[in-house]
T-cell receptor
């Protein structure tokens, strides 16, 4: 069974600085998708960025980028120029590319604090 | 687009009572997911529908839980009878599932359930 691990329960960053959130996963599959979701205090789950395992190029969305290391099964999220609005819990998630369930497997989450 | 709509946003009930959570997916999406979020277990998939048909209900904890999707624009998750350990945030998510997967799931705001 696939698992997702986020080893940092909490992280903090100074406003305008850069922070990296870690995520590792375990799978025997070669075809899969990885996601980062943000959950602010409102509890709404918001997609931040996604990565297809077959793509070597790291995904980027404005200030958010990932470092996808397929061999190491690592998928970290880098937030550049951190803003107060980035404060939230961040979840890493895995989805099999071969399964027909569409199930997302989530990590435990990392709470990010942004200091002014 | 209005996004995924869930109701109620908050529900407080007493043990033994029936609870019904409602979800309206994004128009045009063919897949609907119910997730539960607790401190102990994190985010976990309860059930997944594709084209209104339940495909994977392996995450449904007990017979007390049931879910229906009578049409493409409405789904319910029912707990009968409710127990204090059912207290959690319940999310509905929808997506347009394509062959090979990888589609993005869009989450509703969640229903915070408290069973006394």
């Amino acid at each position: 069974a696939q698992t997702v691990t986020q080893s940092q329960p909490e992280m903090s960053v100074q406003e305008a600085e850069t922070v990296t959130l870690s995520c590792t996963y375990d799978t025997s599959e070669s075809d899969y998708y990885l996601f980062w979701y943000k959950q602010p205090p409102s509890r709404q789950m918001i997609l931040v960025i996604r990565q297809e395992a077959y793509k070597q190029q790291n995904a980027t969305e404005n200030r958010f980028s990932v470092n996808f290391q397929k061999a190491a099964k690592s998928f970290s999220l880098k937030i550049s120029d951190s803003q107060l609005g980035d404060a939230a819990m961040y979840f890493c998630a895995y989805r099999s590319g071969s399964s027909n369930t569409g199930k997302l497997i989530f990590g435990q989450g990392t709470t990010l604090q942004v200091k002014p | 687009d209005a996004g995924v709509i869930q109701s109620p946003r908050h529900e407080v009930t007493e043990m033994g009572q029936e609870v019904t959570l409602r979800c309206k997916p994004i128009s045009g999406h063919n897949s609907l997911f119910w997730y539960r979020q607790t401190m102990m277990r994190g985010l976990e998939l309860l059930i997944y529908f594709n084209n209104n048909v339940p495909i994977d209900d392996s995450g449904m904890p007990e017979d007390r839980f049931s879910a229906k999707m009578p049409n493409a624009s409405f789904s319910t998750l029912k707990i009968q009878p409710s127990e204090p350990r059912d207290s959690a945030v319940y999310f509905c998510a929808s997506s347009f599932m394509m062959t090979g997967g990888g589609e993005t799931q869009y989450f509703g705001p969640g229903t915070r359930l408290l069973v006394l």
